[in-house]
């Protein structure tokens, strides 16, 4: 995360001077979901996409554009050598940290996102004359990005609808 802050700073100063550009963040669906057992993950995902959502309105007017790139389970090394996990040594979350961390593991190397194809979705993102704000790749993702937003703004609307029919007068 720091160390995309800092390479984020790097660019820009170009970018501005030529008044074009494109940033692509990687972070994950973790970015927009937070799952058990990975909620360091998951802070520094969300921290990419809160950077990113502000970088965005700063630079956007000068001609650059930012995605953010939230790819779902892909077959990359991810899940596999490259990632350390604590053994759940809480039987309190067997269901939920374990579970999501043995899915993990059995499922490393066998995950149905193919890296070629999302390579290519981010050339054409950033070779694109309005390259989107986000770019969910994966059929996971997708399903679960929407679910996640949609039961969202459901408990936003529930809780508005709530606030303004409540009485809250003090007298």
């Known amino acids: 995360m720091f160390g995309l802050f800092a390479i984020t700073r790097a660019v820009l100063p170009v970018m501005r001077a030529q008044r074009s550009g494109r940033i ?16 360091y993950y998951a802070a ?13 309105a700063e630079v956007e007017p000068l001609g650059i554009g930012v995605t953010c790139v939230e790819p779902g389970p892909f077959r990359t090394d991810w899940a596999g050598r490259s990632l350390r996990q604590t053994e759940n ?3 309190d979350y067997a269901d939920t940290v374990g579970k999501r961390l043995k899915g993990t593991r059995d499922s490393s190397g066998t995950q149905a996102g193919d890296p070629v194809r999302a390579g ?9 004359s309005s ?3 986000h770019l969910v ?12 937003m949609q039961q969202r703004l459901d408990e936003v ?6 606030t ?3 009485d809250f007068s003090t007298g």
């Open 131 to 133: 390259p989107p704000r």
């Open 44 to 56: 520094s995902k969300h921290a990419i996409e809160g950077f990113s959502d502000a970088l965005r």
């Open 137 to 148: 790749l994966g059929a996971f993702g997708f399903d679960a990005v929407t679910t996640r």
């Open 164 to 166: 303004l029919s409540a």
């Open 120 to 128: 290519e979705a981010m050339i054409a993102a950033a070779q694109s």
């Open 24 to 39: 692509i963040n990687i972070t994950s669906v973790a970015g927009l979901i937070g799952f058990p057992g990975s909620g």
């Open 157 to 162: 609307r529930s809780q508005r609808e709530a």
């Open 89 to 91: 040594r809480f039987a």
